[in-house]
């Protein structure tokens, strides 16, 4: 420590040589221990997450990449030295190319459609183009005169009619398939046979009213205004469950539920009417 003689007394100078050692340390820090601040930018390939409490770079390997042994890839694009460093709050970048592949991607438009990428945390919707990848908390919706086809990884397709909302609601796990939330409209879903789950059941989705758990391969659910639910089935059958009742509607049967209440018994689909040449 220096000391200076002034006309109010002594002044204490610190060292030089303090002062060095602590610019030294700030600048390891600097270098060692990344900032990720909250306006720090991205590129736009892959998605950005927000790190949550609990997650571990395990849970974020096996949950967002493709293949979760390339978790120092994932380090190496955040710059990130330390897998200790990982906080809940922390923002991390998934590069598409570690990332997994989407869950479900746009293959058909008509009109105009629109799509919400929770995953990529947008605010706002964009235009529902051919091509675009959909991940978990994902949704498209369709305006009036409008339709949009998705295809899932499985190769199962659905169909969404004019005026509905989407999202994808579960990712396939090992005791559960692909879930979706038909929050308003109507959805057709031609279920892959081949998606190579051994699950009995191979695809589920949630409505205001009810919860199919499908086991056929091909459905058509309608929601409407009041979100009361439609369900009939053209191939194989579907589980439909509300207020602890479920009713299994088979191949050529429909039901309906009325929000609040249990599902109908399974009715016979009416046959279209002949027209007589």
């Not at 059941?201 to 919860?211: E, G, W």
Request: charge should be positive.
């Amino acid at each position: 420590m220096l000391t200076k003689k002034s006309s109010q007394g002594i002044l204490k100078i610190p060292s030089l040589v303090f002062c060095r050692q602590s610019l030294f340390f700030i600048f390891l820090l600097l270098n060692y221990f990344p900032i990720h601040s909250e306006s720090a930018q991205f590129p736009k390939d892959g998605i950005t997450i927000i790190v949550e409490k609990g997650q571990t770079l395990s849970v974020i390997s096996k949950t967002y990449l493709d293949d979760p042994r390339k978790w120092k890839e994932l380090l190496k694009s955040n710059q990130i030295a330390n897998p200790n460093l990982i906080l809940p709050g922390m923002k991390l970048w998934i590069p598409a190319s570690l990332g997994k592949r989407p869950i479900a991607e746009i293959s058909k438009t008509r009109g105009v459609t629109a799509i919400f990428l929770h995953s990529k945390k947008e605010n706002n919707w964009i235009e529902g183009v051919t091509g675009a990848g959909l991940f978990l908390r994902d949704e498209a919706k369709t305006e009036k005169d409008s339709g949009l086809e998705l295809t899932l990884i499985s190769g199962s397709i659905l169909e969404l009619a004019e005026s509905s909302q989407l999202m994808i609601e579960k990712v396939k796990s090992e005791t559960e398939p692909d879930g979706f939330l038909l929050s308003k409209g109507r959805l057709k879903a031609i279920i892959s046979k081949s998606n190579g789950t051994s699950l009995k059941k191979m695809f589920i989705l949630r409505t205001p009213a009810a919860v199919a758990e499908v086991k056929g391969t091909e459905f058509v659910t309608e929601v409407d205004e009041k979100q009361n639910t439609s369900l009939g089935c053209y191939e194989g059958k579907v589980n439909v469950s509300a207020q602890n009742v479920t009713v299994e509607v088979n191949e050529g049967y429909a039901t309906y539920v009325e929000k609040g209440k249990a599902p109908l018994t399974p009715f016979l689909i009416p046959s279209a009417p002949k027209i007589e040449p």
